[in-house]
């Protein structure tokens, strides 16, 4: 390989790492172009001259973790189409939760009103050719249902993902719910479109994400169970 590639490759490595790191440290916002270009032994010239403006950098920032998060997953040893389906729920939702500061950062860019453009598609495409990828493998074992197509249903569920997204960095999902809701959402979309097998596999996954994947909605509080009996109950028991 030219020396000259190889250099300029290194040097958006290291960008793209010190980029991450200052993101998770203090949020996208705080970053300045200049202070990156320090803490990254570049100067600020070439730092525009690698990425363009900063919204640019984010974005590859983005997709080179959410690659890098992708092949992480253990596709050798998953042929069954299903098993590397539900995979790539549990995957990003353990990514997210590893980085949780840098993760709600970047999600809060691209959810506000400071929007990036392109940083939520970024995610959802490269989600959704692997799940593409997953339900034709689905298909070709009689997994799935014939007339389903397995591009059209690739791109829900990545919108899906990337909607408990956005629900967990705006506080309505705890920890345990985002797993939960990335779980039960995709498994729901399954149900009525997978055959045999795989339909009681999906149920049961379902069945166990349903309490955790509920949604906080602002002003509310969880439901205290209790087994005593109310004031009312203990009257029209008396009577």
Partial sequence: MDLLAEQRRERKRRVLDTARRLIEERGYEAVSMRELARESRVSVPTLYKLFGDKNA???????????????????????????????????????????RKYSRSVIGVFAGSGQVPGVSDVVARALSKEFQVALEKMQAANQLQPWVDPRVLSERLATHQTMVCLEWAGGHLTSEGLRAAMDYGACMMLMGVTRGAATETVKRRAREAQ????????GTKPKKRSDSPTPKKKARANR
């Fill in 57 to 99: 950098l984010l974005l590859r920032a983005v997709e080179s973790q959410f690659v890098a998060l992708l092949n992480l997953i253990d596709r050798a040893h998953m042929e069954d189409g299903l098993e590397l389906l539900l995979a790539l729920p549990e995957g990003c939702a353990r990514e997210i939760l590893r980085t």
């Fill in 211 to 218: 309490s955790a994947a509920a949604v906080r909605w602002p």
